[in-house]
């Protein structure tokens, strides 16, 4: 007894595996369908933090909302330290954020440039809230 198995392709869409089967003389396979999963995105990790002020001052980790602007609008709350991480499809991105220990929320914070994402490349961004 012989056993065709019908190759998959790598790439998403459809193969019609029934080609040089015919010659065989066996019934030529069911054609098989290759299909992807929809990309997951890669990790962009990043804090939300406000410094300046008084010469004195720390750097302050603030919890917080932030918002992935660009090929696709994401919002993620940080943690308690300021930390987030969300994943994204490739593209570039403006990074904002609003924080109840800054102005109440009412003022967004910017990171202070436009993020690239890269597929398979992490980035991290520092999403900063000015302080006078």
């Known amino acids: 007894m012989t056993l065709l198995i019908a190759p998959l392709l790598a790439g998403c869409g459809s193969h019609d595996a029934t080609t040089s089967h015919r010659a065989s003389g066996l019934p030529d396979p ?48 940080t943690d308690s330290r300021g930390h987030f991480s969300v994943r994204l499809p490739a593209g570039s991105y403006r990074f904002t954020a609003t ?5 109440g929320g009412r003022v967004a914070c910017r990171a202070t440039q436009v993020v690239r994402v890269l597929p398979h490349e992490p980035s991290h961004v520092r999403v900063i809230c000015q302080l006078r």
């Open 30 to 77: 069911t054609p098989a369908i290759a299909c992807c999963l929809a990309p997951r995105g890669t990790e962009v990790s990043g804090v939300l933090v406000g410094i300046g002020g008084p010469s004195s001052a720390d750097v302050q980790h603030w919890a917080g909302t932030i918002r992935a602007h660009g090929r696709v609008l994401s919002t993620v709350p």
């Open 99 to 103: 924080s109840p220990s800054y102005d």
